[in-house]
């Protein structure tokens, strides 16, 4: 199978974007799968730190490898906004496809330099890295009830983009261009700031661009964000909320009910339901 790097360099030059689905529990993943099997859509399985210490890192690669050879779909797993050189290098070693350093929070120069060691311990191994510059804030637990703010300092600076790029030749680079983790309550998040985007491009060339906080984004811009160059879109939230009200909404209706397989079929629809929805909007079906 051809590898993580090669399958987003295909969506750059044919202009559609792999959704990276985040999950923390087998159902959840269930639901990611068989849409994406039907559909022939490529796809990243993304587990954040605190997913992948819930699943299990070896665990996730053994799931993924069971599923890559079931659907022969490719199928990658990324460890989503690391923090700490020494936790990507177990997810590395584990078997993860690709890492994220998240290094956004700090100065540029610190984030460089610790993206930079992972970067090369990554290519021994030949696992792909994404950085980041620019700061997304809040987490994908959140409805928002007012109105979120970007601050403007927050959003990447092409300047930085480039300098990071350069450095630390880091495959992908997610970028703060209005986007933001969780989702306003009205479901639909306030528009991307392109021209943040189109200025980056302006600066770095073909990079491989990365959106998180995919969920609430108008759809719109999301197309217009993979024209500019963005190969893969982000999405937690949307799939927690469904995922969990469905659940919760299972076991209020039908107290009585134990069965596990019973009670979380319409949980699995749901995320069905939902990733059918993206693909569609990534243009990534039988993209495979
Ligand atoms: O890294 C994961 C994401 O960026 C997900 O963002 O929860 O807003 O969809 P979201
Ligand atoms: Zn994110």
Known sequence: MKNA???????????????????SDFSQLRGIIN???????????????????????????AIRDVLRKKTGLPIFLNLDHGKS?????????AGYDMVHFDGSKLPLEENIKITKEV????????????????????DSSKLYTEKFEIKEEDLTKPEDAKRFLKETKADLLAVSIGNFHGIEISGIDPNL??????????????????????????????????Q?????????????LAFSGNVRRALNNHVEEIV???YLTDAIYSVEKLVGLKIDIFGSANKA
Request: proline share 2%.
């Open 5 to 23: 790097k090669y399958y987003l360099e295909k969506a750059q030059k044919e202009k559609f974007g792999i959704g990276q689905f985040n999950f």
């Open 35 to 61: 849409k994406c099997a039907e559909l022939k859509s490529p796809v990243i399985l993304g587990t954040s730190e605190g997913e992948s210490k819930f699943v299990g890192l070896q665990e996730a690669v």
């Open 85 to 93: 050189l020494e936790y990507l290098k177990q997810a590395i070693d």
């Open 119 to 138: 970067v090369k311990y990554a290519k021994r191994h030949g696992v792909t890295v994404e950085g980041e510059v620019g700061r997304i804030g809040t």
């Open 193 to 226: 700031r392109l021209e943040v985007l189109r200025a980056i491009k302006d600066e770095v060339g073909n990079a491989l661009f990365v959106l998180h906080g995919g969920s609430g984004t108008p759809s719109d811009d999301i197309k217009e964000a993979i």
């Open 228 to 240: 500019l160059g963005v190969v893969k879109i982000n999405i937690n939230t949307e799939l927690r």
């Open 260 to 262: 596990p397989y019973k």
